[in-house]
C-alpha cells in the first residue's frame, strides 16, 4: 500500500525542508511512524537517500502548520528535527532559517484569514504582509514581514536581496523575534552569570557563557580549546578532528546540564567556539565570528537562533562573547562572521531586557505535491 500526504519542500535561509499541515498527521504520538521516513531516516549511511533529507542537519528538518486561536498570533507551527542515522524527532528548539518560510505558506495557502497589509512605501516598493507566528517549540511569537503581490495578496519571492549562503538573490523576509529571552529555561542567562564554569568528565574545566535567547547557546573561547592556528579553523577541521569533537560534545553536555537542560538532547543547548579577536580586526564591518556545531556537525554557516543568541550575548556586558567582539557593540546591530559569510542581527534592549531581536532572510516553495513514507 502506497502511504502519501500533501507537502510543501522549501527553503529557509540556509536550511530546507518539508512543510505540512497539522490536520493531514496523526496525533503527535504517532509522528514516528510517518516524518523519519519521509526525510529518509534512520539511516545508518547519514545519506537519507531513501528520502528528502540530504544527511547534514541543516536539510534533515520539519514545519509543522496549523491555524491558531491565540489572540497574538496569526499561525502556529511546530518545528521538528530530524535525526539522520537513528530517525528521532527533537522538538526541544526551534529553527529560525525554516521560521522564515512559514508566514508565505500559511498565507498562500489560506490559513491566515486577515492578512495585515502594509502597502508600498519607502521601505519598500511592494506592499508588505505581516505574520505573527508563533512557535510552539519555544512558546514565543515572531513577527514575520514579507514582500506580497496580486489580489489576493501572496507572497513575491523575486526580489534583489542577496544573503549570505544562498545564491542569487530575492525578496528579503524580515523577522522580529518578540521577548526571546528564556525561549528554554526562563531566564536569558539561566545560571545568573555572565561567564560559568564547566566541569568535564576528565576533571578538568572551562571557561562557557550559558545564554538562552531564541535558543539556548554555550559559548566558549576556541583558544581554550588548544587547537593549532584557531585563526583559521574551519569545519572541515572540526570534523576531521574525532577527539575535539568528542570534547566538544561534554562541554555542551555540562553547559545543558547546568541550565537545568537534558543534555542527552543533541539539539540543545547548542554549542558556539568563538573566535579570537584578532581574527575579525582585518574587516571593519565585522564585529565576532563564530563556529557553531548542530546535532554534532560543524555546521557551514551559522543556525539562524544561535545567531540571535550571540548578537544578544554580545550585548550583554561580561559575557565571552562580549568581551571577544570587536569595535563598538553598543549600537543595535552585531554582525557575525561565520564560515561562509556574515549575518547582521538586531537586538533591541531596555534596561538590561531583551525586547527584540531581529535578522533577514530569504526564502522559497521549491516544490508541492505529495510525499511518500
Request: hydrophobic content about 35%; charged content about 20%.
Amino acid at each position: 500500500m502506497k502511504r502519501t500526504l500533501p507537502a510543501i519542500f522549501a527553503r529557509g535561509g540556509t536550511s530546507n525542508g518539508l512543510v505540512l499541515m497539522r490536520d493531514h498527521l496523526p496525533p503527535v504520538q504517532e509522528w514516528h511512524k510517518i516524518l523519519p521516513a519521509a526525510m529518509g531516516s534512520p539511516d545508518p549511511y547519514g545519506r537519507q537517500l531513501n528520502g528528502l533529507g540530504s544527511g547534514i542537519s541543516s536539510t534533515s528538518k520539519i514545519c509543522v502548520l496549523s491555524p491558531t486561536s491565540r489572540p497574538d498570533a496569526d499561525i502556529e507551527f511546530t518545528f521538528v528535527q530530524v535525526g539522520i542515522k537513528d530517525g528521532s524527532l527533537d522538538m526541544a528548539g526551534n529553527c529560525g532559517n525554516m521560521s522564515s518560510i512559514i508566514g508565505p505558506v500559511g498565507l498562500d495557502e489560506g490559513l491566515i484569514k486577515t492578512p495585515k497589509i502594509e502597502p508600498a512605501g519607502k521601505d519598500s516598493a511592494s506592499p508588505t504582509a505581516l505574520v505573527r507566528v508563533f512557535n510552539t517549540n519555544t512558546n514565543k511569537v515572531i513577527h514575520s514581514r514579507f514582500s506580497v503581490s496580486g489580489t489576493p495578496p501572496r507572497y513575491q519571492p523575486e526580489g534583489d536581496y542577496q544573503m549570505d549562503g544562498v545564491p542569487g538573490t530575492q525578496s528579503k523576509i524580515t523577522l522580529s523575534f518578540v521577548n526571546p529571552g528564556g525561549a528554554k529555561t526562563g531566564y536569558t542567562l539561566p545560571t545568573g552569570n555572565c561567564i560559568d564554569t564547566l566541569t568535564l568528565p576528565d576533571g578538568t574545566t572551562i571557561q562557557a557563557s550559558l545564554v538562552d535567547v531564541s535558543n539556548p547557546g554555550v559559548f566558549i573561547r576556541l583558544s581554550d580549546l588548544g587547537v593549532a592556528n584557531p585563526d583559521s579553523l574551519s569545519p572541515a577541521d572540526v570534523e576531521a578532528d574525532a577527539d575535539l569533537k568528542a570534547r566538544l560534545e561534554q562541554i555542551r553536555q555540562a553547559g545543558a546540564k547546568m541550565m537545568g537542560l537534558d543534555p542527552r538532547t543533541e539539539s540543545v543547548p547548542k554549542i558556539v567556539l568563538i573566535f579570537p579577536s584578532s581574527s575579525t580586526l582585518g574587516d571593519p564591518h565585522l564585529h565576532i565570528k563564530c563556529q557553531a556545531l548542530s546535532m554534532g556537525q560543524a555546521h557551514k554557516a551559522v543556525p539562524l537562533t544561535l545567531a540571535l543568541c550571540l548578537g544578544a550575548a554580545v550585548r550583554i556586558a561580561g559575557t565571552i562573547p562580549n568581551l571577544l567582539a570587536t569595535r563598538d557593540n553598543k549600537g543595535d546591530s552585531v554582525v557575525i562572521g561565520h564560515p561562509t559569510g556574515r549575518v547582521e542581527v538586531g537586538t533591541t534592549m531596555q534596561d538590561g531586557d531583551i525586547l527584540s531581536a531581529e535578522l533577514h532572510r530569504t526564502a522559497r516553495v521549491l516544490m508541492k505535491g505529495d510525499v511518500f513514507y
